[in-house]
């Protein structure tokens, strides 16, 4: 599926800002930025190496902007925001903007065409940007100039003396390090001269960092500037990387890396507009974690590879794209991370030890590894390296582990102490919890019957059946005491934490998991009443909102500084992962009509995938219309979902293996 932009956007600053294209490179780096080339975070940049793969993060190249010179007359490219001002405003000759495998930008002035392409390489820190002289009336001079900015990504730069400014150019190749804790940076141009010119540029403005309550106006350095002469057909292939360049082809590694990516919907069961964009944006958020094996970056920009968010996202990311390999490649970077019974919330950006602080990654891990195993068919990596594991996750959880996270006497689960986030709702600023759930909530409880029902039917089918019946009848006596504790008989629906004799009643979507997960906790009746009620308080056209309009807590907008963000994140913000719960519920209760309304729901967020970053979904919207994105503009579980519940639910393609729990577990 391409999407194309014309003039009416491109020459239109403000509109053109809006929309965002990323290019990554299967590390955690990337290049990204507006469809005009102007940027508005401090995350974009034409060369984000990952140093330490997949973090260690790095906006070494900022830009490059250009500048032609024809007959004459000099024609500036590049678009920047500068305090009250936007300059140059090279936009006015963007006359076409293109996203489909790769972002490609038109130019056309003076009766000259250029046709710009930029490719980030699958496995490596380089970037490509491939210039085409689509039509020229004579030659003329190409000028690039690259803006440097070498620092940490979450960082922004102010012009400074322990920068080094020096370079070497030889062969067409540029080389520059401005600081020994930075990666060297080249630039291979071929056939042109380098014409040296240090200095800073300052007070670059960012305006989504604005937006966001954060710093956002920054110095970057030039060295110079490139000049190429170029006349009409001709093409010009310019490399930027942390390896030097010399003797290879910016044409050939493109042709390399644009054959890996059409081969990537191969693998899908069908191949429609959906799918085929939402297997490219899965595609950009596998990255490599060790020597051979993978893991998932939770969003672009600024997020690194979350367990919670992994676990989530592997079925739609690797299974339902056929991507089985990268599957068990992931399964196997977390099992070797397992503590105490737990997986880790997040591996943090600088190689420290992982951090503990979730109880439901590891809960999510079972389903992903039920989800492996329909996929696959691959029992005997199953059987013997994950379901002893499984089995240890279960006694830990019996024994207590970390934060409290015990199964209580009633065999529901308990989890949390003050001061602490586990669920995903798990806002925190500073010593403020925003939404604590200390106790039983209702979607860990869903996943915890979910892991004993799942180790329960992965013992049947390996032939262990006195493991089987255990874990069975503690599922059992999970579903009747669930439907005792957490049904709320008055309304409808099911309260969102029990702690105590507390019952928190605020309508929040996590309900939805004890009738979309592979085992389900509540029979027809009672999940028609809960969906209902989510239907008509949280469903929107983007996702669900995290909470109730009702509820006195309701924030319909998320912006501002970090205190105002994290306030709204779970306070009504709009999730676009959680459509695929509830199309998987809808379908669950209505069969074939609640296909057809599931199709619905997936044609009503199709027109996103033109907006915010072009070609995947954002991780958030505000909570009332017309819903404006926030948030990473490609969350890889908003993506993972859809094309989940879009495959498995609306198409009806399901994995061959299904759920064997019987009717009588299931409470009426």
């Known amino acids: 599926m391409s999407f194309s932009f014309d003039e009416k956007t491109t020459q239109n600053f403000h509109a053109a800002i809006r929309h965002e294209w990323l290019e990554t490179n299967g590390l955690g780096g990337w290049a990204s930025s507006t469809i005009i080339g102007a940027n508005t975070r401090r995350y974009h940049g034409l060369l984000v190496a990952a140093t330490q793969p997949p973090v260690g993060r790095m906006v070494l190249l900022s830009k490059l902007d250009e500048t032609i010179e024809s007959n004459g007359n000099r024609y500036e490219l590049g678009s920047n925001q500068f305090p009250g001002v936007v300059h140059p405003a090279g936009n006015r000759h963007i006359c076409l903007f293109e996203r489909g495998l790769f972002p490609v930008f038109e130019y056309s002035f003076d009766k000259i065409r250029i046709r710009k392409t930029i490719a980030a390489l699958n496995g490596e820190n380089t970037t490509l940007v491939l210039y085409h002289v689509v039509r020229a009336p004579a030659a003329f001079n190409l000028e690039l100039r690259p803006f440097m900015a070498a620092r940490d990504f979450h960082s922004l730069t102010r012009a400074n003396d322990a920068f080094s400014g020096e370079s070497q150019f030889s062969e067409g190749v540029f080389r520059a390090q401005p600081y020994d804790s930075v990666p060297e940076l080249f630039i291979q141009v071929p056939g042109a001269t380098f014409h040296p010119g240090p200095d800073w540029y300052h007070n670059f403005e960012y305006i989504k960092e604005q937006y966001r309550g954060l710093d956002y106006q920054e110095d970057l350095f030039s060295h110079g500037t490139f000049t190429v002469n170029l006349k009409s057909g001709d093409k010009l ?98 099992a070797a991370s397992i503590s105490q019974g737990m997986l880790p919330n997040r591996f943090p950006d600088v190689g420290e030890e992982p951090e503990y602080n979730t109880v439901d990654a590891t809960l999510w891990f079972f389903v992903a590894i039920y989800k492996y195993l329909q996929y696959s068919k691959d029992g005997k990596f199953v059987c013997d390296e994950l379901l002893p594991l499984l089995n240890e996750i279960i006694a830990w959880h019996d024994k207590g582990t970390r934060y409290n996270i015990h199964v209580a006497e009633d065999g529901l689960l308990y989890s949390g102490e003050p001061g602490v986030q586990l669920t995903w709702m798990d806002a925190k600023v500073a010593d403020w919890v925003v939404t604590p759930r200390q106790g039983k909530a209702v979607e860990i409880n869903a996943l915890w019957y979910n892991a004993l029902m799942i180790v329960s039917e992965l013992s049947r089918q390996f032939g262990l059946t006195d493991d089987a019946e255990r874990y069975a009848a503690r599922g059992r006596k999970v579903a009747k005491v669930f439907t005792d504790v957490f049904w709320e008989e008055q309304n409808g629906y099911l309260y969102d934490n029990v702690n105590g004799d507390h019952k928190d009643a605020a309508i929040r979507p996590n309900q939805i998991f004890a009738i979309s997960l592979p085992f389900p906790l509540v029979g027809d009746k009672r999940a028609k009443q809960i969906f209902t009620v989510i239907e008509e308080k949280l469903y929107t056209p983007m996702g669900l909102r995290s909470l109730s309009p009702d509820d006195s807590n309701y924030r319909p907008h998320y912006g501002g500084d970090q205190l105002s963000r994290d306030g709204a994140y779970h306070q009504g913000t709009v999730w676009s992962w959680l459509l695929g719960p509830y199309i998987t519920a809808l379908v669950k209760i209505e069969g074939e009509i609640g296909q057809k309304w599931a199709k619905e729901i997936i044609e009503k967020i199709i027109p996103h995938f033109s907006d915010g970053c072009v070609g995947s979904i954002s991780e958030i919207f505000d909570a009332e219309s017309p819903h404006g994105q926030r948030g990473a503009i490609a969350q890889a579980w908003s993506v993972a979902e859809i094309l989940r519940s879009y495959v498995e639910d609306v198409l009806g393609i399901h994995p061959a293996l299904q759920a064997s729990v019987s009717n009588n577990d299931v409470a009426k």
């Open 237 to 334: 292939g310019v490399i930027i990387s942390t390896t030097n360049p010399a003797k290879r082809n910016a044409g050939k590694l493109f042709e390399k890396e644009k054959r890996r990516r059409s081969k990537l919907p191969n693998s899908l069961p069908v191949q429609d507009k959906v799918t085929r964009t939402l297997a490219q944006a899965a595609d950009q958020c596998v990255v490599k974690r060790g020597e051979d094996l993978h893991s998932i970056i939770a969003g672009y920009h600024w997020f690194a590879d979350w367990g919670r968010d992994t676990m989530i996202a592997l079925p739609g990311i690797a299974l339902v794209t056929g991507q089985f390999d990268v599957a068990k490649k992931i399964l196997r970077a977390f």
